[in-house]
C-alpha cells in the first residue's frame, strides 16, 4: 500500500493507499468455458447404475434448482448424456424408416399393399420379445441393443415373405385362404426355424459377455436372440392367421407372371 504511483501525465505521485483498497478473497484456479460462457463445471459419475436412470435424477434436481437460480445464471446438462439423448433418437428415427422402406419395397415387389401389410404384422411381436429379453437378463436399452432390434426386423421379415409368397401360390392353384395359410405353415415350417436357429445360435456367444469387453455387444446378441425368438413363434402362427382372415381373393395374377412369357399369357411363378 506504501508504493508509489505515477500519473502517466503530469502530476504528483500518490501511493496506493490513497487511491485503492485492497482485501483478500478468494477465487478458483481454472476457470472453464463453455461457447464462450464462463461456467462451474460439477461431475456426476455412474455406479452399479444405468446412465439414462441417472440423468433422469440429474434432471429433477437441476429442474429443481432452475427457479432458484439469479439472473443470467442457467443449468445445462452435458457430456456423455447428450451423446446418448442423440444416438437413441437417430437409432429410433433409423428403425422407424427401415421398416417404412422394407415395407414399401414389398409393395413395389408384391405390386400390392396388402401382402406387405401381412408380412410385417410379426414385427411388433418382435419388438415385445426384444424388451421381454432385455427384461429378463436385466439389460438397459443401449446403442448396440437398438443395433440388435433392426437386425431382427431383416430377418423376421424375410421369414415371413416365406411364408406369404408360398401361400400366394397354393391360392393361385385353387385353394381358399385358410387352406394356403395352414399349407404354408406347414411346409416353409423347417426353412423358417433353420433360419433363425442360425442366427439365435450365432449370437448366443456374444449374448454371454464373455471375454474382455464382452459386456459392451451382449446387448446386441440378447436383443437379436429375443426379437427372433417371438417374431419366429409369430411367423409361424399369427401371419397364417392373419393371411386368412385379410386375404379373401387370391394374388392377382398379372403380378405373379413371368414376364419372358413369349405369348405374354399370365404364366404364375413356382418357387
Given at each position: 500500500?506504501?508504493?508509489?504511483?505515477?500519473?502517466?501525465?503530469?502530476?504528483?505521485?500518490?501511493?496506493?493507499?490513497?487511491?485503492?483498497?485492497?482485501?483478500?478473497?478468494?477465487?478458483?484456479?481454472?476457470?472453464?468455458?463453455?461457447?464462450?460462457?464462463?461456467?462451474?463445471?460439477?461431475?456426476?459419475?455412474?455406479?452399479?447404475?444405468?446412465?439414462?436412470?441417472?440423468?433422469?435424477?440429474?434432471?429433477?434436481?437441476?429442474?429443481?434448482?432452475?427457479?432458484?437460480?439469479?439472473?443470467?445464471?442457467?443449468?445445462?446438462?452435458?457430456?456423455?448424456?447428450?451423446?446418448?439423448?442423440?444416438?437413441?433418437?437417430?437409432?429410433?428415427?433409423?428403425?422407424?424408416?427401415?421398416?417404412?422402406?422394407?415395407?414399401?419395397?414389398?409393395?413395389?415387389?408384391?405390386?400390392?399393399?396388402?401382402?406387405?401389410?401381412?408380412?410385417?404384422?410379426?414385427?411388433p411381436a418382435g419388438f415385445c420379445g426384444i424388451v421381454w429379453m432385455l427384461f429378463v437378463t436385466?439389460?438397459?436399452?443401449?446403442?448396440?441393443?437398438?443395433?440388435?432390434?433392426?437386425?431382427?426386423?431383416?430377418?423376421?421379415?424375410?421369414?415371413?415373405?416365406?411364408?406369404?409368397?408360398?401361400?400366394?401360390?397354393?391360392?393361385?392353384?385353387?385353394?381358399?385362404?385358410?387352406?394356403?395359410?395352414?399349407?404354408?405353415?406347414?411346409?416353409?415350417?423347417?426353412?423358417?426355424?433353420?433360419?433363425?436357429?442360425?442366427?439365435?445360435?450365432?449370437?448366443?456367444?456374444?449374448?454371454?459377455?464373455?471375454?474382455?469387453?464382452?459386456e459392451q455387444n451382449a446387448p446386441l446378441g440378447r436383443a437379436v436372440i429375443g426379437g427372433l425368438?417371438?417374431?419366429?413363434?409369430?411367423?409361424?402362427?399369427?401371419?397364417?392367421?392373419?393371411?386368412?382372415?385379410?386375404?379373401?381373393?387370391?394374388?392377382?395374377?398379372?403380378?405373379?407372371?413371368?414376364?419372358?412369357?413369349?405369348?405374354?399369357?399370365?404364366?404364375?411363378?413356382?418357387?
Amino acid at each position: 500500500m506504501n508504493t508509489a504511483v505515477t500519473p502517466s501525465g503530469a502530476g504528483q505521485p500518490q501511493l496506493l493507499s490513497n487511491l485503492a483498497t485492497l482485501e483478500r478473497r478468494e477465487a478458483p484456479a481454472v476457470i472453464s468455458h463453455s461457447n464462450v460462457q464462463p461456467v462451474f463445471d460439477i461431475y456426476a459419475n455412474v455406479q452399479d447404475r444405468d446412465l439414462g436412470s441417472v440423468a433422469t435424477a440429474v434432471y429433477g434436481i437441476a429442474a429443481e434448482l432452475r427457479p432458484k437460480l439469479p439472473p443470467g445464471h442457467t443449468i445445462a446438462v452435458r457430456g456423455q448424456v447428450e451423446s446418448m439423448s442423440s444416438a437413441f433418437t437417430r437409432l429410433g428415427l433409423g428403425l422407424i424408416f427401415a421398416v417404412a422402406l422394407v415395407y414399401l419395397l414389398m409393395v413395389v415387389n408384391f405390386q400390392s399393399w396388402l401382402d406387405p401389410f401381412i408380412i410385417i404384422s410379426a414385427l411388433p411381436a418382435g419388438f415385445c420379445g426384444i424388451v421381454w429379453m432385455l427384461f429378463v437378463t436385466q439389460t438397459t436399452f443401449s446403442v448396440p441393443a437398438l443395433m440388435g432390434a433392426i437386425m431382427s426386423v431383416g430377418v423376421a421379415t424375410a421369414n415371413s415373405i416365406l411364408m406369404v409368397t408360398f401361400a400366394n401360390d397354393q391360392m393361385l392353384e385353387g385353394r381358399d385362404s385358410r387352406s394356403a395359410a395352414l399349407a404354408a405353415g406347414a411346409t416353409r415350417l423347417r426353412p423358417v426355424l433353420m433360419t433363425a436357429l442360425a442366427m439365435i445360435i450365432g449370437m448366443l456367444p456374444m449374448s454371454l459377455g464373455l471375454g474382455e469387453g464382452g459386456e459392451q455387444n451382449a446387448p446386441l446378441g440378447r436383443a437379436v436372440i429375443g426379437g427372433l425368438a417371438v417374431a419366429t413363434v409369430a411367423t409361424l402362427f399369427l401371419v397364417p392367421l392373419v393371411y386368412s382372415v385379410l386375404r379373401r381373393r387370391p394374388p392377382r395374377q398379372d403380378f405373379l407372371t413371368d414376364p419372358a412369357s413369349p405369348d405374354g399369357d399370365a404364366t404364375p411363378t413356382q418357387e
